[in-house]
């Protein structure tokens, strides 16, 4: 559930940066990928999708 819960928020906070340029929301999407991303239980799948987004919020 928790790794569901970052996941959400991410994509959340990723959607109100590309829609607003919030510079919070940057902040708070690139902290909700990198907790996911140090998830023990994280999947490829789920550290591809991380580091993507991460590169896509550095820009």
Do not use: G, Y
Not at 20 to 47: G, K
């Amino acid at each position: 559930m928790e790794k569901q819960n970052l996941l959400m928020a991410a994509l959340i906070h990723l959607i109100k940066f590309q829609s607003t340029h919030c510079a919070t929301a940057r902040e708070r999407a690139l902290m909700m990928f990198e907790a996911l991303a140090q998830i023990s239980e994280s999947t490829e799948d789920l550290d591809e999708l991380c580091f993507e987004a991460n590169e896509l919020l550095a820009n």
